[in-house]
């Protein structure tokens, strides 16, 4: 289970890291942290240190009701990043967070070589066959319309089932496109209550009938958070906790804003894995 990233072959059975880089002003956890190259540089430079194998930049919020942010503004946000990014560590790998094709065209043209679509190309119709002109790897997540309308839009019968059907469909798609390398990530916090969060969670082993390798997103999160009565800030622990779940429920890459500690689970839930 391997992806092509820019010639050099990752491979996903060893379940990998991808390092949180938002540079927007008003991302749920870490908004407004990164605003300045020497601070992006120092946390990009301390999550390779730590063991991440991809750094996503993300330019557009896509926390409930994050407000509409222009695509110009999303291209001056994220394309400097990118480029600095790279021209002090040449050899990171960089995903760009963004669900529009002239955003994703851009930074795979500066030299990222991931594109990870919240929308699974449900919010811009030329998303998939730009990623099929590129030949880059396509994180697809399932979300409900916008993240402006999302938290409305969480009536399922089936919510397991529905996301599934929903990604058979799109991977369909994105293979009629001609996309090669596919990522899915079942989108926690997207378009789904906490009692359906944990029902996706818990069912995380199914998602494996699909034979791709699956990204968690869980870093954080008010799933986590709000079910412990405490905030963002103070939701490491049990993000860990998560993020051990996921593993061993399937998880091939764990997104997080912690990767010292998303890697320690790696190293154990490895460990343990070889002794089962």
Not at 94 to 115: C, H, L, P, Y
Request: proline share 4%.
């Amino acid at each position: 289970m391997t992806i092509n990233c820019n010639g050099h072959l990752v491979d996903l059975t060893t379940p990998k890291v991808m390092g949180i880089l938002n540079v927007t002003p008003n991302s749920f956890y870490d908004g407004g942290k990164f605003t300045e190259d020497k601070k992006r540089l120092y946390q990009v430079e301390k999550m390779l240190i730590d063991g991440a194998s991809f750094i996503d930049v993300g330019g557009y919020s896509s926390k409930p009701n994050a407000e509409e942010v222009s695509e110009k503004e999303e291209l001056q946000r994220v394309i400097p990043v990118i480029q600095t990014i790279l021209n002090e560590f040449p050899s990171a790998i960089v995903s760009i967070d963004t669900f529009r094709s002239e955003v994703a065209k851009q930074s795979i043209q500066n030299g990222a070589a991931i594109i990870n679509d919240i929308s699974a190309g449900s919010l811009d119709v030329n998303m998939m066959p730009t990623v099929a002109q590129l030949q880059v790897p396509y994180i697809m997540m399932h979300m409900k319309g916008t993240p402006q309308t999302m938290q409305s839009l969480t009536q399922y019968d089936n919510v397991v089932k529905e996301i599934l059907f929903y990604f058979s469909e799109k991977v369909a798609q994105a293979r009629y496109h001609g996309i090669n390398d596919l990522i899915i990530d079942p989108g926690f916090g997207f378009a789904k209550t906490l009692a359906q969060n944990f029902e996706v969670l818990g069912k995380l082993e199914l998602f494996q009938m699909l034979e791709l390798p699956l990204l968690i997103g869980v870093s954080r999160k008010s799933m986590i958070h709000k079910t412990l009565a405490t905030t963002s800030e103070m939701a490491l622990n049990g993000t860990t906790s998560l993020n051990t779940i996921a593993l061993m429920k399937g998880a091939n890459i764990l997104r997080v804003h912690d990767v010292k500690e998303a890697v320690e689970c790696v190293k154990l839930y490895q460990t343990l894995s070889y002794r089962l």
